[in-house]
């Protein structure tokens, strides 16, 4: 992926992804790589976090894969301190994992809720947490996965509300209490991304899928390069003062009731 601002933008720099075997985070993962940065991926599978590298390494990149589960926080402060090991201290931390189905509230499991929140909530705490000792202290930037959820209760989205809406505050909290370090934490909140798993489990397709694309101002849905461009901007020097912003990439479509909020799913 070629970005707009340029081929090496990021040159030199080190990116650790996490949840960077597929989806939207692959995909920026490989517009970092495309601006010049060295990629450390982590995800649980061995074999989806190793295809990911390999295909990276193939198109001419420096990437390494890790397996790690956000939920096991020395499995993830390893791979952090493997990275910084490998290559210096870590410039861009994506935090991006994440679990989503859709269960009405009266179905789901107390273990259910809890999976959720342990993989996208905690695991953005995890993985902040465990890089503050391998990250570039002045210069770091730290970007979450967030979700139109956070702001937009939905039904069937319990789960994933409450952790989304949990990861927006992990942000800010740390964006103020790690300003003053020189570190900037933003999180981006894609909105509906084609061709992704997230919308694979969320879009019921058919009739209801039209009616949803038609209420989208922009009238159709996001690439995973558009969410690669605007993190490989948080990245960059143009936004070093930008911090504790949640910022949405999504077609103004949380405008007109976010994501999937008009399906009802009770
Ligand atoms: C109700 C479910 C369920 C479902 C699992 N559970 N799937 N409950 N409906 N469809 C319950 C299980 O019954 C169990 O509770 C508990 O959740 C844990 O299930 P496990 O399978 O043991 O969990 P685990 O192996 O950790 O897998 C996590 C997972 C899985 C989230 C359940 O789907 C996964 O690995 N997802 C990763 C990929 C993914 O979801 N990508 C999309 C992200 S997109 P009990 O009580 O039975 O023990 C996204 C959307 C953003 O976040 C917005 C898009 C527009
Ligand atoms: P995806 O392809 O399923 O990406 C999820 C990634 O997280 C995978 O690489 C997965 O790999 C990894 N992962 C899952 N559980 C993990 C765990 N416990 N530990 C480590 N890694 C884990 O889904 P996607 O749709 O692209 O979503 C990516 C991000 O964008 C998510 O944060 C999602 O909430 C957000 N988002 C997506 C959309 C959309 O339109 N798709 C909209 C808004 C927000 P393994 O299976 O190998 O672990």
Request: proline share 4%; aromatic share 6%; glycine share 12%.
């Amino acid at each position: 992926m070629q970005s707009s601002l340029g081929n090496a933008v990021l040159a030199g720099k080190v990116a650790f992804i996490a949840g960077g075997s597929s989806g939207i985070n692959l995909g920026v993962a490989e517009g970092f790589a495309a601006a010049g940065a060295k990629l450390a991926l982590i995800s649980r599978s061995p074999e989806k976090i190793e295809a990911a590298a390999r295909a990276l390494r193939d198109k001419g990149y420096d990437a390494v894969g890790t397996a790690a589960d956000v939920r096991d926080y020395a499995a993830v402060e390893a791979a952090l301190a493997a990275t910084a090991t490998r290559w210096g201290p870590i410039d861009i931390v994506l935090s991006g994992a994440a679990g989503n189905f859709i269960a009405p509230a009266a179905a789901l499991s107390a273990n259910g809720f809890k999976t959720v929140i342990d993989i996208d909530l905690l695991g953005t705490f995890n993985v902040f947490r465990a890089s503050f000792d391998h990250i570039a202290k002045p210069g770091a930037s730290l970007i979450a996965i967030t979700a139109g959820q956070a702001v937009q209760p939905m039904a069937g989205q319990i789960h994933a509300c409450a952790a989304k809406a949990g990861v927006n505050m992990v942000t800010q909290c740390l964006a103020m209490e790690w300003g003053p370090h020189g570190v900037r934490v933003n999180a981006i909140s894609p909105g509906p991304i084609a061709d992704t798993e997230g919308m694979r489990r969320l879009m019921p397709g058919g009739e209801a899928e039209a009616a949803y694309i038609a209420t989208i101002p922009l009238g159709h849905y996001g690439e995973k390069r558009d969410i690669a461009e605007l993190a490989i901007f948080l990245s960059t020097e143009s936004a070093r003062y930008i911090s504790g912003a949640i910022i949405p990439c999504d077609g103004a479509s949380i405008l007109t009731g976010g994501s999937q909020s008009n399906f009802r799913f009770t």
